[in-house]
């Protein structure tokens, strides 16, 4: 019996001189992994559809546990984004993330669907900035992203109210607890796990909570609020992985 699968390549390891065991993450089937036989021999054709970090439509031929991959053909090979070095340690810190947090198995369209509008805008920023040196978009619409997927996965946090006294946020140096549940007003960011954000930090976390992926990608951040998301991020990360 054959199945077939949107899915997104995310790892691959050898398993034998000419097999490879695959990681996608599916529409239908959330995670899974699936081997590939002789797929590392001469012109297997097969190996360049399942690139990481392309979408392709594959096919699973399901004999026994796994089953093995029958055939795939890419839908979109992301060619920018697989060009700009800065772009792909960003998808790659993203897969470790999403590695460590999903279950194989569970599937959720939203995440899938997340998923490749995250692929996309990288894709289009990396197109856009193959000239320039910075980079602060790629890695803003990366946390913008996380924040998204960390949403997803049940770690959602107010904006608007004080996850201690639910009092109301004012728009001055508030603080950020990822064991308190999220966002403190002043008077209670006292916890001693606590980064301070600022106002524009604050905005900031407000326009990714309100507005879809693809949207993030024309908004321009500075310096400083690029650092503070940076540990925000950084602080859920850390949560969400324990
Ligand atoms: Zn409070």
């Known amino acids: 019996m054959k199945h077939n699968y949107h899915a997104i390549a995310l790892d691959k390891i050898d398993i034998s001189e000419a097999d490879r065991l695959y990681t996608f993450y599916t529409l239908e089937k959330g995670l899974i992994r699936v081997p590939a036989r002789s797929v590392r021999r001469g012109k297997a054709k097969l190996a360049m559809q399942v690139e990481d970090f392309v979408l392709s439509h594959i096919t699973i031929a399901q004999n026994y546990g796994r089953g093995t991959l029958a055939g ?9 984004l697989h060009e700009n070095l800065e772009a792909l340690e960003c998808v790659d810190n993203v897969r470790t993330i999403f590695l460590s947090i999903m279950d194989e ?3 959720d369209e939203h995440v899938f669907v997340l998923f490749i509008a995250y692929l996309e805008g990288m894709n289009k920023l990396a197109q856009k900035q193959n000239f320039k040196k910075y980079n602060t978009d790629l ?4 946390h913008a992203f996380l924040i998204k997927l960390f949403c997803l996965q049940g770690y959602d946090f107010h904006t608007h109210k004080c996850s201690i006294c639910r009092g109301k946020i004012n728009e001055i140096k ?4 990822v064991s ?5 007003c002043a008077t209670c960011s006292c916890d001693e796990y606590f980064c301070y954000i600022d106002p524009d930090t604050l905005k900031a976390l407000r326009v990714i909570k309100s507005n879809n992926l693809k949207a993030l990608s024309k908004v321009i951040i500075h310096e400083d609020v690029h650092k503070q998301l940076q540990n925000i991020v950084y602080n859920i990360e850390k949560w969400v992985m324990r």
């Open 72 to 80: 795939a053909v890419a839908e979109d090979y992301f060619v920018s």
């Open 105 to 107: 198995n569970e599937c």
């Open 139 to 142: 890695k803003w619409f990366t």
């Open 174 to 177: 508030n603080g950020f607890s």
């Open 180 to 184: 308190s549940g999220g966002i403190l």
